[in-house]
Each structure stands twice: as C-alpha cells, then as structure tokens.
C-alpha cells in the first residue's frame, strides 16, 4: 500500500531539474575525486572529495552551470 513507485513516479523524478541538478553535481564530484586520486597515487574516497569539490570548487561551477 503505497510504497510502490509507479512509472510516472520515476519519470517524474527523472524530469525534475532538482535530480538533474544533483546528478549533475555528483557526476563532477566523481571527477574531481578521480583527478585528486590519480595526483595522490591512491584513493582519496567520496567524501573527501565532496568536502574538497564544495569548498573549492561548487561555487565557481555554479556560476558556469545556472540550470
């Protein structure tokens, strides 16, 4: 009862330029942590790039992608 998505659930979402926003973001946070790692010679792990990738970097990204 109720906790079924329905198609038009997951297209709703899918379409929502919120979701987009955050895929968006995720996918450059997942780019900066590669970047960082492959300068470090290992693994920094996602959460020190998402805190790296919002402190130095999400603001200006921002600016270049107003969606």
Same mark, same amino acid.
């Given at each position: ?22 895929? #968006?973001?995720? !996918?450059?946070? @997942?780019? *900066? ?5 492959? &300068?470090?010679? $290992? ?5 020190? #790039?998402?805190? !790296?990738?919002? @402190?130095? *970097? ?5 600016? &270049?992608?107003? $969606?």
């Amino acid at each position: 009862m109720g906790d079924k998505q329905t198609g038009s659930d997951d297209t709703l979402l899918e379409e929502s330029s919120l979701y987009q926003r955050y895929l #968006a973001e995720r !996918d450059e946070i @997942l780019r *900066h942590k590669w970047l960082e790692s492959e &300068k470090e010679g $290992h693994d920094i792990g996602f959460e020190r #790039a998402l805190v !790296d990738w919002l @402190l130095n *970097h999400r603001s200006k990204w921002r600016k &270049k992608n107003p $969606h």
